[in-house]
């Protein structure tokens, strides 16, 4: 096949797409667009096609592993089922007597979805779900390794809609192999661009002409303070770490700690399973993980067996270590250990006391990861105000598993999400988790309503007392 017959494929799944997006908003209704919804949440978490596809997303990514995999497909589309459960996106939404204005919701289009090849399954079934909520069609570009899975998936949701009678051309993909040149096509045919994954496919995305909202570059560090409750904070470390292999952007990082608990710390994530690795022997790791200047292969997302030995710590570690914490105290691009891992390894680093913690934080997140998200082990309230005011990031989380909590969770108020928003600070157009919000968009009717027209007293009276007329 032709280059030119390549685009053309694209433009005919394009075409197609927008035919049944307008079909569906024009037969509308919220039941329908709930009921497409539902059959999309169903197709991933159905107990045996959801192993299926995170045994065929291990098995083609090499990232990851089942059992988490399997945990994320069900509770990150639950969870996003909770909280659009009663959302309103058909007909009038909104009417507000006192302003005369009605809000009636309006779909955006055609959805263009960029998915990444660490969450093949959840992250496409996310956006399907926000995007057929709000009477969306949307065609995805899943990474070349993604493939497989996002295509079984959509196996799936056909399947699904054959049941209720909906349109298979409201969900398709990219036709395989993946090529920029097919996904650039895509880009600029939708209605709406979202982007969850690399940060040139993020670029890409904002200049390709068509409305976009694209995620930041995840680089999680977390402060552990001589207030925190170290057990805890060591068992939530070590689950979010650990936790499919690292393959979250909400994973952490690097942890910074006060030395007032250093070294108790350090024995907390030992019997958590996290082997130290001492600043002497940094240079090695860093030669390891980094062979020619990318991140090792043998790493990236493997199991602790695997890493361990790619490390070259066999025998150097504990009989059951599940994770490593690299000593450092560098940061900056000569320093690649302050830099996002993708591993189950931690950059530690020591800080005399809370002010320097968040100096050495601010320093990461300036190098990268700006935007996205720091953590805060501390019974110090005032704490997390002070790091939210003064770092450059869109979530503070406090004594939470950070790629648990990030995203979304049961206990927490945020909305379930696999992409988020890093506001300016990332290069983003939004500073919140992606979620069904951001595939919705209103007419307003406006009616006349009595004036309200303040007297310039009512305005400049306070500041003329200060400064004068």
């Known amino acids: 096949m032709t280059a030119s017959d390549e685009l053309a494929a694209v433009e005919q799944i394009m075409a197609r797409a927008k035919a049944a997006q307008r079909a569906y908003e024009a037969g509308g209704s919220q039941e329908r667009y709930d009921r497409a919804a539902q059959a999309v949440a169903w197709a991933i978490m159905e107990p045996a096609r959801n192993r299926a596809l995170a045994e065929l997303s291990v098995a083609t990514t090499g990232i990851g592993n089942v059992p988490d995999k399997i945990t994320k497909n069900h509770r990150k589309t639950l969870g996003l089922m909770r909280d659009i459960a009663g959302a309103r996106t058909f007909g009038v939404i909104r009417d507000d007597p006192a302003t005369g204005i009605t809000e009636i919701a309006r779909p955006i289009g055609v959805i263009g979805a960029v998915v990444p090849s660490t969450n093949p399954g959840a992250t496409p079934a996310n956006n399907i779900i926000n995007a057929l909520k709000c009477g969306n069609a949307i065609v995805l570009s899943p990474s070349p390794k993604g493939v497989p899975t996002c295509a079984r998936l959509l196996e799936h949701i056909h399947s699904e809609f054959a049941k209720i009678g909906a349109d298979p051309d409201l969900v398709q993909m990219v036709p395989a192999p993946g090529s920029k040149a097919k996904t650039q096509r895509m880009l600029e045919l939708s209605d709406l661009v979202v982007v969850t994954g690399s940060q040139d496919n993020v670029r890409r995305a904002y200049t390709c002409g068509t409305p976009a909202i694209g995620v930041g570059a995840g680089n999680v560090t977390v402060i552990v303070d001589e207030t925190a409750d170290l057990t805890a904070t060591a068992a939530k470390i070590a689950a979010s770490k650990t936790f499919d292999n690292a393959t979250s952007c909400s994973s952490e990082n690097a942890v910074v700690v006060v030395d007032a608990i250093y070294d108790a710390f350090v024995a907390a994530l030992a019997r958590e399973g996290g ?34 030995n790619a490390l070259g710590l066999t025998g150097r570690v504990s009989q059951g270590t599940r994770f490593v914490a690299v000593e450092t105290r560098g940061i900056g691009p000569e320093h690649p250990l302050s830099g996002e891992k993708l591993s189950l390894v931690l950059a530690l680093y020591r800080a005399s006391d809370f002010a320097e913690a968040t100096h050495i934080v601010a320093r990461i997140l ?19 105000r002070h790091l939210g005011a003064a770092l450059p990031t869109c979530r503070v989380i406090v004594n939470q598993a950070h790629c648990f909590a990030t995203g979304g969770a049961f206990n927490n108020g945020l909305p379930f999400s696999l992409s988020m928003g890093c506001g300016s600070w990332g290069g983003n157009s939004i500073d919140d988790n992606l979620n069904w919000r951001h595939f919705l968009q209103t007419t307003k009717i406006v009616r006349e309503i009595s004036p309200r027209e303040p007297t310039l007293d009512e305005i400049f009276g306070d500041y003329w007392q200060v400064a004068g007329q």
């Not at 082997?275 to 062979?291: G, Y």
Request: proline letters at 4%; aromatic letters at 2%; zero cysteines.
């Open 275 to 308: 082997a130290l690795v001492p600043e002497a022997d940094s240079a090695d790791i860093v030669a390891r993980l980094w062979p020619d200047g990318h991140l090792s292969r043998a790493v990236i997302a493997q199991d602790a067996d695997r890493m361990i």
């Open 366 to 384: 300036t190098h990268q990861g700006a935007g996205h998200s720091v953590g805060l082990h501390s019974t110090q309230d005032a704490r997390a």
